[in-house]
């Protein structure tokens, strides 16, 4: 069964350090989506691509995150510099548009000291 | 804009007995509705969902979720729970016009069912 892949799983760094998270959606699909959980929440959109394009980044916080997904498959996630604030589970999501079902990686958790 | 507010953050039952995880949302436009579930260590799978049609949807695994436009509900039932469904459960929505990809969820309910 196909599954949407996402690395690392864990990943601990220290404030002011750079980490990216790494994306591969389920072939074929067309949308993208990476998520915010923090714990004890629910998760929160921080950014949505079609293709190649973002459709909605409305709560990325521009001044420190990043997105990209250059050939519209696999992606790329990246905080520069992190903030304590942003330990959280990182989820990453894919589907073949519309109202369809979203299938979510594992997540890549992270834990800023 | 959207919001959901699941009422309950923990549900603690016991194996066989009935289950209402409870969800009210907010919107000025019309909605579709999911619920995702997250068992341990795995990532969040759908559930069930509702667009149109009938109010009341089912999952496979005996799950039902009715939506009541006049509460503003999608309440999740099953009327006998196995310890295999301990997991954490999202409900969401998204609006049924426009970008209707993008998922708003709840805060969690963790149902923690016990022997």
């Known amino acids: ?59 990325l916080p521009k001044d420190r995150f990043s997105a990209e997904r250059l050939k519209g498959v696999d992606s790329t996630l990246k905080i520069q510099p992190a903030e304590l604030g942003d330990s959280a589970m990182y989820l990453c999501a894919s589907s073949k548009g519309g109202a369809g079902e979203l299938f979510f990686g594992e997540g890549s958790r992270l834990t800023v000291l | 804009a959207q919001s959901v507010t699941q009422l309950d953050s923990q549900v603690p039952v016991f194996e066989e007995a009935p289950v209402e995880l409870r969800c009210n949302y907010s919107s000025s436009v019309s909605v579709y509705l999911f619920w995702y579930v997250q068992y341990p260590n795995q990532g969040l799978q759908l559930l069930l969902k509702y667009l149109s049609g009938s109010t009341l949807v089912e999952s496979i695994n005996g799950f039902e979720a009715e939506f009541n436009k006049s509460q503003t509900s999608f309440h999740l039932r099953k009327p006998s729970v196995h310890i295999s469904d301990t997991a954490e459960y999202f409900c969401a929505v998204s609006p049924s016009r426009g970008n209707t990809g993008k998922l708003i969820f709840g805060q969690g309910t963790t149902l923690q069912v016990k022997p």
Do not use: M, N
């Open chain 1, 1 to 59: 069964e196909a599954e949407v892949a996402q690395s690392p799983r864990y990943k601990i760094t220290e404030k002011s350090q750079a980490v990216a998270f790494w994306c591969d959606p389920i072939s074929g699909h067309a949308t993208l989506y990476w998520y915010r959980q923090i714990l004890g929440q629910g998760p929160e959109l921080l950014v949505q691509f079609q293709d190649e394009s973002v459709v909605d980044d409305s709560q």
